[in-house]
């Protein structure tokens, strides 16, 4: 189902895949893969693909949804070591590919861009045992993307952070599944407190490991007095 908001259209293709398009044409990707979630697609369309850590580092999902002339753009983290299989690092890609680090931001042709730190706090829910998270500081950004004045804002593998809580956003991408990442009871309350005039939640329910009940998502949200909506 495509979601319309606005001047862009929002599609959540499945796991942290979301592709945005305003109505002058420009067409962003968060996230793109693992191969599952584009099975069967190879729209090579993509003006502007954003990596956000290594986990989600896929070069073949980037080749089938960026346009021949795309801008990619990966956290400096980001290492092909990190995923499973793929040994092809991001500037080998034939594409335009640009670094970034976290807390930046740049104006792209038609496109305003920022980023944010993006990981799981060690005091947090999302600790091991041992001490460690899937999510380390410094190894991955969030991402903000300005379309035809539309501003979503897709915070990557992260916690809800209180920096999060300051920004002045329209489209809010939070992931809810849990797990490494912050679960549908602290997206809402993140959701609560930026209150952004849409929240679309992704990242859940791909595999076991992100299941989570997005219609009580959705009605938290709203009792919040935030609009919400689904794209299952």
């Known amino acids: 189902m495509t979601v319309r908001f606005d001047a862009v259209t929002v599609d959540w293709l499945g796991h942290a895949t979301v592709r945005l398009e305003g109505q002058t044409g420009a067409v962003v990707y968060t996230d793109p893969g693992p191969e599952r979630v584009l099975e ?5 369309d993509g003006d502007l693909i954003l990596v956000s850590h290594g986990h989600h580092y896929d070069p073949d ?14 956290h400096e983290s980001v290492d092909a070591s990190e995923s499973d299989g793929v040994d092809e690092r991001p500037e080998t890609l034939p594409f335009d590919v640009e670094r970034v680090r976290a807390d930046e931001s740049f104006v792209l042709g ?4 920022f980023t944010t730190p993006a990981y ?19 190894r991955g950004c969030g991402f903000g993307v300005t379309i035809d004045g539309i501003t979503a804002f897709w915070p990557g593998g992260t916690d809800a952070l209180p920096l999060h809580e300051s920004l002045a956003i329209d489209l809010l991408l939070p992931p809810i ?4 990442t912050m679960d549908r009871h602290e997206a809402a309350s993140l959701a609560g407190e930026i209150r952004p005039d849409l929240v679309l939640p992704v990242h859940y329910d791909t595999d076991e490991a992100l299941a989570t009940d997005a219609e009580a998502f959705v009605v938290d949200v709203a009792t919040r007095g935030v609009p919400v909506v689904l794209d299952e």
Do not use: Q, W
């Open 120 to 138: 799981n706090d060690p005091a947090g829910p999302h600790t091991d045992a041992d001490g460690t998270v899937p999510h380390p500081e410094g």
């Open 61 to 74: 999902a980037i080749r089938r949804v960026a346009r021949d002339d795309a801008l990619v753009v990966v």
């Open 110 to 113: 038609p496109l305003d861009l």
């Open 177 to 180: 599944g849990g797990s490494a």
């Open 40 to 44: 069967g697609l190879e729209p090579r």
